[in-house]
């Protein structure tokens, strides 16, 4: 049931096709070393090509790729939303602070149980009653708020512009590669790779892009805290807990990077058995051969699962 191609010149036909598109790479957030290519072997027919699985850290550019596809202004205001939204929330707490030490009569210290630097804005405060400090604390409540909500629809929208940007070139690089490319690739890695990528930009991208830049920008905020209310002895402790951070973090990403490759790369015999199984000859065979022929099919189809 493997059709036999015709074999070309052009080795770089796949890479061509598939330009844009993300389903090999990983989706976290680093970028800059060279990478290297290695190959998964499927049973393949003559002409049919290897599939490449690219090793190494993410390139650069693939990251600006997405970032143009959502748009500069759209991740601008993304930014912009995300840093209102953890200033106001630690503004909130920093008032809750102030508030409290003003109404427990704490002003002899110099406010010294607000925070350092307080002491003129405790006096200032002495004379304000509790509606004052609502009023204040509901204003920054309410900004945090239209912040929260500014970032996730300009999350959601800047993940539809993205998604649908990538849809509609990895469509059209594929439509406008040449016959040949069709005749070496296998209709299952076209359609593992092509879903596989849109699959990423659609969901994936956006949902941990959220993730990672919201607890970057909490982490960013809890460290400003502590510095302020430690009067900058934290900063002195902070290149050791860096280190101890990138270094979990460079080998966890190692290991889930090459895992999500290979099991990408891995699917594609899979995807290739199925279609070659329910399409046209292959479903005519299964029918006039019967059981034996399904046994058979069954048994190579739990193979490839298991090598994914």
């Known amino acids: 049931m ?26 976290d957030g ?23 699985r690219v090793a190494g850290t993410v390139r650069l550019g693939v990251l600006c790729t997405y970032c143009y596809a959502v748009g500069p202004l759209v991740g601008i205001l993304t930014l912009a939303s995300l840093l ?5 929330r630690n503004g909130s707490d920093w008032w809750l602070a102030q508030w409290s030490a003003a109404v427990e009569g704490d002003k002899d210290d110099g406010g010294a149980n607000a925070g350092p630097g307080t002491t003129g804005l405790q006096r200032d405060l002495s004379h304000w009653v ?18 929260t909500i500014a970032r996730a629809f300009l999350f959601a929208y800047g993940g539809l512009v993205g998604a649908r940007w990538m849809h509609e ?58 510095a302020y209310s430690t009067s900058g002895l934290f900063l002195a402790s902070l290149p050791v807990l860096l280190a101890v951070y990138f270094g979990v973090q460079r080998r966890y990403r190692e290991t889930s ?20 199984c329910v399409a046209g000859e292959g479903r005519q065979v299964l029918r006039a051969e019967g059981g034996v022929s399904l046994r058979r099919e069954l048994v190579k189809c739990l193979t490839l699962l298991e090598a994914n």
């Open 2 to 27: 493997h059709v036999h191609a015709v074999p070309t010149s052009d080795e770089n036909l796949t890479d061509r096709a598939l330009i844009g598109g993300v389903g090999n790479e990983p989706t």
């Open 30 to 52: 680093n970028s800059s070393a060279v990478e290297k290519e290695t190959t998964w072997k499927e049973p393949a027919s003559e002409g049919i090509t290897e599939e490449k």
């Open 84 to 88: 209102l939204m953890q200033l106001s």
């Open 130 to 147: 509790s509606d004052d400090f609502l009023i204040v604390f509901g204003s920054i409540a309410a900004i945090n708020s239209l912040a």
């Open 169 to 226: 070139r990895l469509v059209a690089s594929v439509f406008a590669a040449p016959m040949s490319f069709f005749w070496k690739t296998p209709s299952g890695r076209l359609t593992n790779r092509f879903s596989g990528d849109q699959y990423s930009t659609d969901e994936t991208l956006p949902f941990e892009l959220n993730i990672f830049l919201a607890q970057t920008f909490g982490l960013a905020g809890t460290v400003a805290v502590l």
């Open 257 to 276: 990077r090459e895992l999500k490759r290979c099991d990408t790369v891995t699917r594609s015999p899979l995807f290739s058995h199925f279609e070659e």
